[in-house]
């Protein structure tokens, strides 16, 4: 029990933050709301994806599909009950909406880290013959809104930030915030990718550097070959508690992050 309502708090940080979603699809008869996605702690090369959706059809399953059109099947849920068939209020319900229809669950994945989720695959069950040819058909449901900016030489995507960590044990903690980010070089040279070059400005119009203080992560100084991408994780260290990011800026380049954060 201590386990779902550690996810259910995720969900709530999640969808108060991201405004790709809610993202929604159907086949006439099946239909699903994706409320929000949740990222987990990345342990070795994968990472606990889990999906808050709503569907007006109990059995069913999903399956992640990444940019590369690789399928990733659902974790069996860990309570003991049946995976794909969970009815509401059996541990993992979330409430209901406006529509009394659907019901709301979040599902598990685990992917690589690497990996970037481009659609949502939902395949609906028919053990009992309640449904048609056309209305058991399997539908996707296309991840849309990602942020981007460009000009003309270097893209930067941005896919969303992690809940901030405290740095300091201090009554009042500094946090740090993690930004995922996806840099693409379209210029005809050779592009020197550094964490510091990237600042993020808060609501105050504070602005603290990338890699501050030699935190670096995985990533120090990366050389980008014309044409080549790399999707990373950018440290933003040593914020006040009280600071909320507002702006990413890169070079020329400024993006507006508020909606995610």
């Known amino acids: 029990m201590k386990k779902i ?3 259910m708090c995720l969900v709530f940080i999640f969808l108060s933050s991201v405004d790709a979603f809610p993202l929604s699809g159907g086949n006439g008869k099946v239909n699903a709301t994706v409320f929000g996605t949740i990222k987990g702690e990345i342990e070795g090369d994968i990472v606990p994806i889990y999906v808050d959706i709503g569907v007006n059809y109990e059995d069913y399953n999903l399956v992640l599909v990444d940019d590369d059109d690789k399928f ?3 974790k069996p849920i860990e309570d003991g009950s049946i995976n794909g ?7 993992w ?5 406006e529509d009394e229809g659907f019901c709301r669950e979040v599902r598990e994945f685990e992917i690589p880290s690497t990996a970037t989720i481009k659609r949502l695959r939902v395949e609906p069950k028919d053990s009992n013959g309640w449904l048609k040819p056309e ?10 809104g990602i942020p981007e900016v460009s000009d003309g030489n270097v893209l930067i995507k941005f896919y969303g930030a992690n809940k901030p960590q405290e740095t ?5 903690k500094r946090v740090s915030w993690v930004f995922e980010l996806k840099i693409t070089n379209n210029g005809t040279e050779n592009k020197i990718v550094r964490p510091r070059d990237f600042i993020v400005r808060d609501q105050y119009g504070w602005q603290y550097p990338g890699g501050e203080r030699g935190y670096w992560g995985e990533m120090d100084e990366t050389q980008l070959l014309p044409g080549e991408s790399m999707k990373f994780d950018l440290n933003v260290i040593n914020l006040s508690p009280l600071s909320r990011p507002v702006e990413l800026r890169y070079e020329n380049l400024t993006m507006d992050i508020s909606a995610w954060t």
Request: charged share 10%; with cysteine; hydrophobic share 35%.
């Open 5 to 7: 309502l550690i996810y």
């Open 168 to 172: 300091s044990h201090a009554p009042a």
């Open 85 to 91: 068939v969970n009815s509401c209020g059996l541990g």
């Open 93 to 97: 319900w979330t409430g209901w909406g």
């Open 72 to 74: 990733y099947s659902e």
């Open 135 to 144: 209305e058991k058909a399997p539908f996707s449901i296309n991840w849309e």
